[in-house]
């Protein structure tokens, strides 16, 4: 049903997506790098996002990866390990 909801508009007015809760967060060169909690069933997906305050206007880039865990712990350190990696190959190309 939720899928109906969205497509038409119903649910929440939040700007914010639903589930969107830090687990963990790191600066790292400039950018400021978020674990995001993103439930697949019983499991966490690796989610995270990137953000950075460019010319004034605060920049966010969400990424979402297939892998799947049950370790919170896990998610976190492979989350921030992911933006990480993001950053140093794309730096804030990630924002065009």
Do not use: C, H
């Not at 038409?8 to 589930?19: A, L, M, Q």
């Not at 809760?21 to 400039?30: D, I, P, R, T, V």
């Amino acid at each position: 049903m939720s899928f109906w909801k969205n497509l038409f508009g119903g649910g929440s007015s939040s700007s914010e997506p639903e589930g969107d809760k830090a687990l963990g967060e790191e600066s790292y060169k400039g950018f400021l790098i978020k674990a995001i909690e993103m439930k697949a069933g019983s499991e966490l997906q690796l989610a995270g996002t990137i953000e950075k305050d460019v010319g004034g206007e605060l920049k966010t880039y969400r990424f979402i990866r297939a892998d799947r865990m049950s370790s919170r712990d896990d998610l976190v350190a492979l989350a921030l390990s992911k933006g990480r990696q993001i950053v140093d190959e794309q730096g804030e190309g990630i924002f065009r």
